[in-house]
């Protein structure tokens, strides 16, 4: 037993330290969300608890966009939904690790399935973990502490900046997917879903610029769509 509980250990520690690189990248983030949430009227409390119920990122800042403007909760939860629709795909690819696992294991392993984890999944081939319950979970939990964590200090710090636009904090987070796409970039089996995802929001924006947010929700939807069909055929 104790043989065990020390190699789960080694193992957590292990998807925490290499998760790291993903986790810097998404405390600038998540900082930009907190900042931005509070800037919408959140309050702090809604703004930490949208990071620690949510905890996905660009279903974040839709469903905060769909608010903001008025739309509605039942509008802000369909775009957190649909965008977040991408997730089946990348928690099916994490079925090794979850497979055959206790059910709280198994919906806890899916709850902290994030955009990284696609990343993590690649490591974790070269270490010859991808059967690791534990590696995926010491990633995913670490990233989901420091998320809530930079959030809050966004929040804060939103109180105290009257125009994050002037110092160019809006830009952050479009800043922060452009630095992780080389991340998530697997080879040329990739092209085809992005070209799709790419051009549904291009065509969107040129043809109905007024729905740009639902442009990138649709484009998420019909690239995860795609590739499930080819991975079928």
């Given at each position: 037993?104790s043989?065990?509980?020390?190699?789960?250990?080694?193992e957590?520690?292990?998807g925490?330290?290499?998760?790291?690189?993903?986790?810097?990248a998404?405390?600038?983030?998540?900082?930009?969300?907190?900042?931005?949430?509070?800037q919408a009227?959140?309050?702090?409390?809604q703004?930490?608890?949208?990071?620690?119920?949510?905890?996905?990122g660009?279903?974040?800042?839709?469903?905060?966009?769909?608010?903001?403007?008025?739309?509605?909760?039942?509008?802000?939860?369909v775009?957190?939904?649909a965008l977040?629709?991408r997730?089946?795909?990348?928690?099916a690819?994490?079925?090794?690790?979850?497979?055959?696992?206790?059910?709280?294991?198994t919906?806890l392993?899916?709850a902290?399935?994030t955009?990284?984890?696609?990343?993590?999944?690649?490591?974790?081939?070269?270490?010859q973990?991808?059967?690791?319950?534990?590696?995926?979970?010491?990633?995913?939990?670490?990233?989901?502490?420091?998320?809530?964590?930079?959030?809050?200090?966004?929040?804060?710090?939103?109180?105290?900046?009257?125009?994050?636009?002037?110092f160019?904090?809006?830009?952050?987070?479009?800043?922060?997917?452009?630095?992780?796409?080389?991340?998530?970039?697997r080879?040329?089996?990739?092209?085809?879903?992005?070209?799709?995802?790419?051009?549904?929001?291009?065509?969107?924006?040129?043809?109905?610029?007024?729905?740009?947010?639902?442009?990138?929700i649709?484009?998420?939807?019909?690239?995860?769509?795609?590739?499930?069909?080819?991975?079928?055929?």
């Amino acid at each position: 037993m104790s043989d065990t509980k020390t190699k789960n250990t080694s193992e957590f520690l292990c998807g925490a330290r290499d998760m790291l690189p993903m986790t810097v990248a998404a405390a600038i983030y998540g900082m930009a969300f907190g900042l931005l949430a509070i800037q919408a009227d959140f309050s702090f409390g809604q703004s930490i608890s949208m990071s620690a119920m949510i905890f996905g990122g660009s279903s974040q800042l839709i469903a905060l966009d769909r608010l903001s403007i008025g739309a509605g909760s039942f509008a802000a939860i369909v775009a957190g939904i649909a965008l977040n629709t991408r997730f089946l795909l990348v928690t099916a690819a994490m079925k090794n690790s979850l497979l055959g696992r206790p059910w709280w294991q198994t919906a806890l392993g899916a709850a902290l399935a994030t955009d990284a984890s696609v990343a993590l999944m690649q490591t974790s081939k070269r270490r010859q973990l991808e059967h690791s319950f534990w590696y995926f979970f010491g990633g995913g939990f670490s990233l989901y502490i420091v998320w809530i964590l930079v959030t809050a200090i966004g929040a804060i710090l939103g109180g105290q900046i009257p125009n994050p636009p002037a110092f160019g904090l809006d830009f952050a987070i479009i800043a922060v997917f452009i630095a992780a796409i080389p991340g998530l970039w697997r080879g040329i089996m990739d092209l085809a879903p992005w070209v799709v995802s790419g051009g549904t929001v291009a065509l969107i924006a040129v043809f109905a610029p007024e729905y740009t947010s639902w442009g990138l929700i649709l484009g998420a939807v019909f690239g995860a769509a795609f590739a499930a069909f080819r991975n079928e055929h």
